[in-house]
């Protein structure tokens, strides 16, 4: 028996290192957004920074670690067996639901899936209980009133971070403005002071200062000292800020940076139990189990586990060194920093999410609100602070989504709310914190303009939907899976175990396969990036060509895909067919906005000269799909319902024309790819006679159907067939126009 909890435990500290990575390619956009957006500084040297933090952090987040021991349950009423299924039914829940999180790109709280996954594997368990001892409350199995605060606490930081991001962030751009370069002079000194002094008293006074590995002594010196230290912190940082500034050193990278290891010290600090300390505790639990359970797991009580945690230095220094390498390798990480900041950057771009009806309504009543508060304020008070806000005044660096001004706000606040709630040993969710910060002040930054505003609020209640789905997915799973390995015992447990491995190894494969569609948009974020206009034009003249001819190609497989399909009577075919037209239609209205943003950053003469011929070519691309469902819905119906197959006569006659229309789509394939047309005329040439031959086999179709004395009989399939040359005719019309907008569009700028 006891080498089954071995078996648990090993499993567990598997789960721990896993555990480590899935949850740093979450959360790593916490500390990793603001500088990156910003591009203070090289990726790399961003990392180095963050890893400095996520180290130091990870060695002094023992005291979180008592969360997972007994910050939701009371363990001296839960056995050793019971605890370990808890534990087990946690962790085993935990990864995969925070992987399918990162695979969809969604940041989500690692925090919030440990507590509501240990109150509903608890909650189960403490219920269970109560039925078999009527004597046992449930006061007496949960730590009600501890996991009440941390809910409430993870929950209230959502509005609490909001506002004062926006209250910050307005006060500090109208203080630098837009061309804040121009307005450092003496500003810059005492924001830096304060934000030195912010980020000291909270990491070194209250941080360190709390720290196991400090004297007692040391630490009575520091509280009684803490007003002197600040004024002594700020006036030094003030002093040698304003140095700084005059040595031209740029004291905004230094904040940023400075941000940066605050914010991944508190990360690793505050967010370490949510990856190792249900592991940890299990392995403890173990440990005491051995050393005084005389061999029964169902009779010794977990009375140990309501004592603090005394974490080994060598396994939090471990698990920063994990956490370390997670950060610097992981695809998925990026993937989920792209998200946060796609959504707080200040220029336009691809919206990654739609319209809602909740996020007009917002967008709609907030409007209203400043349209009345613009009433109220006297004029002159107006323009001064629109003149604080001329966004045409922004100062950028080359591929930076907003500034190092905002960058500094979102990072320096973000910790500062975090070690604070770490502090009260409250367990916040640093991407709850570090997110709505970031949403608060780019909304006060008027980087939600009236084009976007509702695709930007719509993105925020998706991300916060999210997070509740987290809270009810994990409460219910984590409750179902712990009822089964109650009541299966090892053979369940076991069956778990092979179970999580495999869902991580399919969620792993089919993220792969979301990573390599996910490369088609690195043309359109290089175009996005970068400010030289005839550089924009070059790519998008390549992302246009891919595109097209792209389209030209998949029309092209799905039509004899199509063709096949009802010779062959092949309907599963022709399904994927449908589904793979659809998806296709969808991908094409996302490449359509993302070339159009493009357009708007390329010469204006060029824009004006060209506009006609690509909007054409969009369209040729959109008609291609709706020509392909015209074609297909008929046929795919028609096999679906078991009637008459295609006549062999049909399909011999047909077959000459799609040798036809398959030469002539490869062709223009080939012009478009290499945007080179020298058989330009004798394509269309072609089209034409084809167009024709097509109307000849229509004409004697219809006389055909006149002439049928089963005409009744075979009406259906006599329509499908007529369906199928009209359709084929309207596919080289589209063609035709196709090739003569990519001409035109694609060809050199003769100026």
Known sequence: METIYFVIVAFLLMLAVFDLFVGVSNDAVNFLQSAIGAKVARFRTVLVVASAGVLIGAVMSAGMMDVARHGIMHPANYTFAEVMTIFLAVMVTDVVVLDIFNTLGMPTSTTVSLVFELLGATFI?????????????????????????????????????????????????????????????YSIAIFGGIAFTALAYFIFIKGLGGSPFISDATKNWINDNTQMLLLAVFVASTILNEILYLLRVNVFKIIVLLGTFALAMAFAGNDLVNFIGVPLAGLDSMQDFMANGNGDPNAFMMTSLMTSAKSPLIYLVLAGIIMIVAMATSKKAQNVVKTSVDLSRQDEGDEMFGSSKVARSLVRAVQDMGNGLSKIMPSSSTKWIDSRFNKEEMELAQGAAFDEVRAAVNLVLAAMLIIIGTNYKLPLSTTYVTFMVAMGTSLADKAWSRDSAVFRVTGVLSVIGGWFVTAGVAFAACALVCTMLHFGGFVVMIAFMVLDIYLLWRSGQAYKKKSSEDKKDDIFNLMMRTKDK?????????????????????????????????????????????????????????????????????????????????????????????????MLDPIKEHLDNNFQPMPKEYIDEFEEVRRRINELMSHTEQMISTNRYDLYRETLTIGDECKDELSALRDRHINRMQQDVNAAQNLKVSMLYLNMLQESQELISIMRHQLRAARKFLEEDKV
């Open 125 to 185: 368990l403490a219920l269970f209980k109560m039925n078999a001892d009527p004597s046992l409350m449930i006061t007496d199995l949960m730590n009600s009133s501890k996991a009440l605060s941390v809910i409430i606490a993870i929950f209230v930081s959502v509005a609490i971070a909001f506002f004062f991001g926006t209250a910050v962030m307005w006060l500090s751009r109208l203080v630098f403005t837009f061309r804040y370069k121009k307005h450092l002079r």
């Open 534 to 630: 005839d550089i924009v034009w070059d790519l998008l003249r390549k992302h246009v060509g891919r595109t097209q001819s792209f389209v030209t190609r998949f029309t092209c497989d799905v039509f004899n895909k199509i063709v096949d399909g009802v010779s062959n009577e092949r309907l599963k075919e022709l399904k994927v067919s449908y589904r793979e037209v659809n998806s296709e239609r969808e991908t094409l209205k996302k490449i359509r906005r993302q070339e159009f943003l493009a357009m708007r950053r390329i010469p204006e003469r060029i824009a004006l000269e060209r506009n006609t011929w690509f909007h054409l070519g969009v369209n040729c691309n959109q008609q291609y799909m709706y020509c392909l469902r015209r």
